[in-house]
C-alpha cells in the first residue's frame, strides 16, 4: 500500500447525477517508492544462462516439464532455463544474463499460441530469435514435445 500498488477507491455513479464527481480515492498518496516495490517483488530461478547455447524459459507446469526435457538431453547441449516464479512484475532483468552468443530461446507453453512468449520477446528485446512450443497436432504440451523440439534444434533441423 505505501507504494501506491493497492489502490483503494469507490465508483458512484449516482454522484454523478448529483454533479459530483462519482469517483472517490481512499487511498493515501504514495509513501515509498513504486520501483523498490516492484524489484522486490520479481522472482524467478534460472541457471547455466552465462555460456548457454540455448535457453528454455517457462512458466508453472510447463517449466516442470522444461526442466525433466532439459535432464534428458546429451550433457554437451548448454542449455540455460529461466522459470519467471512471478508473472508479474515479470523477471526482464534474467533475460540480461544470457550469454550474448545464445542462438535461441525456447518457450513451452500448455496452449496454442502462447502468452508469456509475448513478455520474452520484449524482455530480449531483438537479441535472440524466440521460439513457442506448445500443443501440437498430437495433443497437449508434454515433456517428449519439448526434448524432440530441442533435439532437432541442437541437431540443426
Known amino acids: 500500500m505505501a507504494a501506491g500498488y493497492w489502490p483503494t477507491f469507490r465508483f458512484d455513479p449516482r454522484r454523478a447525477d448529483a454533479g459530483e464527481n462519482p469517483f ?3 487511498s493515501k498518496a504514495p509513501s515509498a517508492s513504486y520501483k523498490d516495490f516492484i524489484k522486490n517483488e520479481t522472482r524467478y530461478e534460472a541457471y547455466g544462462l ?3 547455447d540455448i535457453v528454455v524459459t517457462a512458466y508453472g507446469t510447463a517449466a516442470r ?4 526435457a532439459i535432464k534428458e538431453l546429451d550433457s554437451s547441449a548448454k542449455v540455460g532455463f529461466i ?5 508479474w512484475p515479470f523477471p ?3 533475460y540480461e544474463q544470457i550469454n550474448p552468443n545464445c542462438k535461441a530461446i525456447f518457450c513451452p507453453e500448455i496452449n496454442t499460441i502462447g502468452q508469456m512468449i509475448d513478455d520474452v520477446r520484449i524482455a530480449v528485446a531483438g537479441k535472440f530469435p524466440v521460439y513457442h512450443i506448445g500443443n501440437t497436432r498430437s495433443g497437449p504440451l508434454n515433456t517428449m514435445n519439448i526434448i524432440d523440439t ?3 534444434y541442437l541437431k540443426g533441423e
Do not use: I
Not at 65 to 68: P, S, T
Not at 83 to 87: I, L
Open 65 to 68: 516439464m522444461a526442466k525433466a
Open 92 to 94: 526482464a532483468e534474467a
Open 150 to 152: 530441442l533435439k532437432d
Open 83 to 87: 522459470r519467471p516464479k512471478t508473472a
Open 50 to 52: 552465462e555460456d548457454a
Open 24 to 26: 472517490q480515492l481512499d
